[in-house]
């Protein structure tokens, strides 16, 4: 399943809710037959991106993951992420790239870029995931906000200094950009090298996201 878009109109509601009017898109039957000899096929287990993006580093394979701390299927994907990077080959990269939409994802696509450029990305994710989904605090509001990054030993001045840096606002601007370039509907969302779109769906179960995404990845191999 993922969540959709659909949530803009919402987007300064409480998740309890927010989460009545996001689309989702069931998972729960078989995954239908690949149509040609391989074992995923395009159109159904993966889409093939009408306008492919460049990669950072030609030299790997990338693995992004588009998400949303408010989207409960994220926070479902995070240990199968961590299940996948512990056996990953050293030619791939994995990157978070933080969904758009609208202004309180904006934020919290800013915070989280805030942490990258601190230093704490690591500690930080599975602590706004947790902030968010379980304990109901949205993250949105500036004396939150800095109460929040104090946790993580940054104090206000730092916090402000880094939120509202050139850096970080291009690092949104620039996830914003990619998000459209690939057509992100729903999160969470894996785009493999810059060229094809991976999302939950009737045909692929959570648990088969990154079966899907290692099929490619030996497909950008070969």
């Known amino acids: ?13 409480s998740l309890a809710i927010l989460a009545l009017f996001i689309g989702c898109s069931s998972e729960e039957q078989a995954s239908l037959p690949a149509s040609s000899g391989e074992k995923f096929s395009s159109g159904v287990h ?21 998400f949303w701390f408010g989207c ?7 240990p199968y992420i961590a299940d996948w990077k512990k ?10 790239s933080p969904a758009t939409w609208n202004e309180m994802l904006k934020k919290h696509a800013s915070i989280y870029y805030t942490a990258k450029a601190l230093g704490i990305e690591q ?6 995931f947790n902030t968010i989904q379980n304990e109901g605090r949205m993250l949105t509001g500036n004396t939150e906000l800095e109460y929040f990054f104090r946790g993580f ?9 880094v939120s509202t840096s ?13 998000m459209k370039q690939w057509q992100v509907t729903g999160v969470p969302s894996l785009i493999v090298n810059g060229k094809y779109r991976v999302s939950a769906s009737r045909a692929v179960r959570t648990d088969q996201l990154f079966e899907v995404v290692d099929f490619l990845v030996e497909k950008e191999r070969n």
């Open 1 to 13: 399943m993922v969540c959709t878009n659909n949530m803009s109109r919402f987007a300064y509601t």
């Open 123 to 128: 500690q930080f994710v599975p602590a706004a």
């Open 166 to 178: 050139f850096g970080v606002r291009n690092a949104v601007d620039q996830a914003d950009k990619k």
């Open 46 to 66: 993966y889409e093939i991106l009408d306008n492919p993006t460049t990669v950072r580093d030609p030299s790997k394979i990338e693995v992004t993951e588009v």
């Open 72 to 78: 409960n299927h994220c926070y479902a994907l995070e």
């Open 153 to 161: 030993n940054v104090d206000k001045d730092k916090y402000k200094a």
């Open 87 to 96: 056996n990953v080959s050293s030619d791939v990269a994995f990157i978070k």
